[in-house]
């Protein structure tokens, strides 16, 4: 009787699937490994008639594993370690794919205004949130990130940090905003960006009413909201764009002051890398550790 031909399964299926259990959904793991979000819903798909069954529940609120998936999930991660190990074998480095820069999207206006197009040739960007950047670095996903983060917040100890330093929030309005006399103060927000967070809590401990008038995971639709003026939020001053204001009223508290962060994940040798010069020397004014 002829043999069966083995079957095998890439390790680009196998990243993927590691990709949306880390991720929790199909779409933020398609932006973290920087493919189309049918792309790796095509993966996914060719792995679980692989395997015989789901691998994800899927609901509203993103994908969680199965029990079937517990053990994919499993062997998946073995696989990637195992490829790691067989490239470092050969000498493998970082520059034998294409670099993956997370940036907080915070940032990601003013990092584009400052290189020019040849300099995104060569990589890949990964505009999120600072928690999510932070995943992406722990998790191989992201190779350089810059992300923003509550002061004294202890980083995982397998990002290397590179630079930091604080950088100071403010409160911002359109010029024509006007808070009535005894009405809550209007926030626009998105709750996982660290702006939110501070901004919160900032008015929670000194006791102030607020209403959340605009929300949205959207960075350009947040600042359209503020050119608006639907109400205030908070931006690092360096950051405040020529149609906005600082909101110098006497009714808002000081914001506390979170720190900017430039790292690295695991293993990845910083030199020579020219986006990771370019930000070092644009964002940051103190020396690299």
Known sequence: MPRQPYASVPT????????????????????????SQPAISAQLKRIEDYVGGSIFHKSAHGSSVTELGKVVLIQARKILEANNQL?????????????????????????????????????????????????????????????LQPAGTALDP??????EQPDELV????????????APIPLLT?????????????????????????????????????????GITALPRRLVPPTLVQAREYYLPALATPTLYLGIRAGLDPSGNKFLDSLSIDFFDTPRH
């Open 158 to 163: 397998s990002i290397t940090i590179l630079r």
């Open 12 to 35: 680009e299926v196998m990243r993927s699937i590691v990709g949306i259990a880390e991720q929790g959904s199909i779409s933020k793991a398609a932006r973290s490994l920087g493919i």
């Open 171 to 182: 409160w911002v309005r359109s010029p024509e905003f006007v808070l009535s006399p005894g």
């Open 190 to 230: 998105w709750g996982s960006q660290i702006t939110h967070h501070v901004m919160i809590h900032t008015l929670e401990k000194c006791g102030l009413i607020y209403r959340i008038a605009f929300s949205s995971p959207d960075h350009q639709a947040h600042l359209e909201a503020a050119r608006r003026g639907f």
């Open 87 to 147: 490239q470092l074998l050969r000498g493998a480095t970082s520059a034998d794919r294409t670099p993956r820069i997370g940036i907080s999207d915070l940032y990601a206006s003013r990092v584009f205004e400052g290189l020019a197009t040849s300099d995104f040739a060569d990589v890949s960007i990964i505009a999120d949130n600072s928690t999510e950047i932070v995943k992406g670095l722990v998790n191989g996903f992201v190779d350089i990130g810059m992300f």
